[in-house]
């Protein structure tokens, strides 16, 4: 590895850090795959083991100079990839905020698996099997959230609309603690039906939403499906209602004290563990 100290931050070699912003980045090199910028040695590791290339790393002196940092550059220690080791203060201003742990890496981006290939468990290799659908979810914190929910409790992939902020974004891979590189997840067709493209896979579809008709997500039929997907939607206007006219079930978890709703990213977490009795067994 070629380890480059770094003074000034307008260095033209940081310009994939300095000059681009992340939906930029996402579209670099189109037709072909994107890069971007992941932080903390966690989020890189699991980002690396998904199969991102790295393209450089940013690193703050004195994490540099750690255990932790050093095992992460160990597998390049023989190549030409490119260190750029600067001081912290000069990081800081790169990111707008105080860096956390110290590393930023360019990566390239792996390929996404197709819908099919998540939904398309056979029988008899997971008999009962739950995936996550997120329609326009655009916050990247509740993105980042909903995934590291979904990984600590077993769901088996997640279905993003293409209006929904990408989970690779820095701030959504770093919320998720990584677990975007762990869950499989890819983007459903644009327009297509989401229910239509479940029920054709032979899965029951449940979205979370406010309707009278709507059952407790405690209702054991939940359980009792043998392959559900639970759809959770925008954080301003909730699941579209064509989306919702067309699922098995409306779901809604019981509030008390007149709150009405949870964020979207405490309700996946919510429904994700009472639907504990299907992942575990």
Not at 34 to 49: K, N, Y
Not at 211 to 225: F, G, P, Q, V, Y
């Amino acid at each position: 590895m070629e380890v480059i100290r770094i003074e000034n931050l307008d260095d033209s070699r940081l310009e994939l850090y300095t000059s681009y912003n992340e939906a930029q980045l996402l579209h670099l090199y189109e037709p072909h795959g994107g890069v971007f910028i992941a932080e903390t040695p966690m989020v890189i590791s699991r980002a690396l083991e998904r199969g991102a290339n790295p393209i450089s790393f940013l690193i703050e002196e004195k994490a540099f100079e750690t255990d932790v940092v050093q095992v992460l550059l160990e597998p390049y220690v023989n190549t030409d990839l490119p260190i750029y080791v600067a001081a912290l203060s000069a990081i800081n201003k790169l990111t707008g905020f105080n860096l956390t742990r110290g590393v930023l890496a360019v990566l390239e981006r792996p390929n996404l698996p197709t819908y099919q290939d998540i939904l398309g468990f056979p029988d008899g290799i997971k008999n009962k099997t739950t995936v996550a659908v997120l329609e326009d979810v655009m916050n990247p914190t509740n993105v980042g959230a909903i995934f590291r929910s979904a990984a600590a409790l077993g769901v088996d992939g997640i279905l993003l609309t293409t209006n929904c902020t990408d989970p690779f974004y820095r701030r959504a891979a770093r919320v998720s603690m990584g677990t975007v590189f762990q869950v499989p997840w890819t983007y459903l067709p644009k327009n297509a039906d989401i229910n239509q493209l479940l029920h054709s896979h032979g899965f029951a579809t449940a979205s979370l939403a406010l309707r009278d008709d709507a059952i407790s997500l405690a209702d054991a039929r939940l359980k009792n499906e043998n392959k559900i997907a639970v759809i959770f939607g925008t954080e301003s206007t909730g699941i579209k209602q064509t989306t919702i006219d067309g699922c098995d079930y409306t779901v809604i978890i019981p509030m008390q004290n007149e709150v009405d709703s949870l964020n979207v990213a405490a309700a996946s977490a919510v429904t994700f563990w009472e639907l504990r009795g299907r992942l575990f067994e």
